[in-house]
């Protein structure tokens, strides 16, 4: 029985540790289907899910979803923790309870305490977050390996803990840059429509290629902190009608019609922000388990498909003709069966290809006031009405 218990508590322990270490340390995508991370998010996540899909769409829906992210985060720390706990009291208990109560008499010659397993979880407990009260004491030698083990892997453990939040803030502080960039440049929430219509003035258009290739750079830096973090992937931003889902899926709609209808330079550039969008879209559904499927209603109906070509051709920009249509449904089939699974599995909103209604966008609104969408300057908003201010 104390072989078994030891065996137990050894397999608990490498288990954790590896789990960590894959969690926190290794900076890759981990596809192994075991892991303890991952169960952790499974188990948690459809709760939380299942409550808040009952909840009527709004503000109050979203502050729920945004608590996720963070509180999962210490959850999971706090589940590591007392599993470690719990392990290494499983070897004070497999070593025989080999522990001596401060006060208690011990006869020469007598063998420790035989203090129970209460007593050894309580051992094993203040010694992982190195209290050092000194009320309980190892006295043979397996019980010393195992409380100065415990030690430095606690010390450790708090050390990593500590070290982890600030680069997972740094990257969550990264991606919400662009994000809160693209309020200005495509409405709030973001669609391609009111991308182009900011874009294809006169003054705008030969930056459109610098600002695809800062996205191109953005996609890159998404797909390497989200795989490497996917906890990421369930951290909302400051806006409600904003997400790293949305901002993604806009710009692959962008780079799809550049691709499909644009030439020159701009197209090229296209190219590349797309593929690695795509890329980015489809790793971070494999790895959260997103199985690809075809989105229930048609984000695109031909009807919006020839306003957004109305856009183009003024501009210069384009080529629109019939038989580059096929090239743009190509390329959709390529990225919105990620999206939709992704949009179901997160309970993030996918923005449609051109707004349903007049927006405001978020920088026009306060707490206090907000300004008219019809008095925005026309460079922002892609009007023709007169700049008020």
Known sequence: MPAFLAFVGIFLVVTILWDIFETIILPRRVTRRFRLARLFYKWTWTPWRAVASRMRMGANREAILSFFGPLSLLLLFAVWAVGLILSFAILHFAAGSSLNLVGSTVAPGASAMQSGFWTDLYMSGTTFFTLGLGDVAPMSTMARVVTVAEAGIGFGFLGLAISYLPVLYGAFSRREVNISLLDARAGSPPTAAEFLKRHTQPQSVEALAEYLRDWETWAAELMESHLSYPVLCYFRSQH??????????????????????????????????????????????????????????????????????????????????????????????????????????????????????????????????????????????????????
């Open 240 to 389: 409600n009608n904003q997400s790293w889902l949305a901002a993604l899926t806009t710009i692959l709609d962008v780079s799809s019609l550049l691709i499909a209808y644009g030439t020159g330079a701009l197209r090229w550039q296209a190219k590349l922000t797309f593929a690695i969008s795509r890329h980015a879209i489809v790793d971070l559904a494999q790895v959260l388990k997103c199985p690809p499927r075809a989105p229930d209603v048609e984000r695109l109906p031909a009807s919006e498909l020839e306003k957004l070509k109305g856009l183009l051709v003024p501009a210069g920009i384009a080529q629109c003709r019939a038989e580059n249509d096929q090239t743009l449904r190509d390329l959709r089939q390529m990225y919105e069966p990620y999206i939709t699974t992704l949009s179901e599995r997160l309970l993030m909103h996918v923005p449609a290809w051109t707004a349903e209604k007049k927006l405001t966008d978020n920088w026009q609104t306060s707490a206090w006031a907000r300004i008219s969408a019809d008095m925005a300057p026309s460079d922002l908003s892609g009007r023709d009405e007169k700049e008020h201010f």
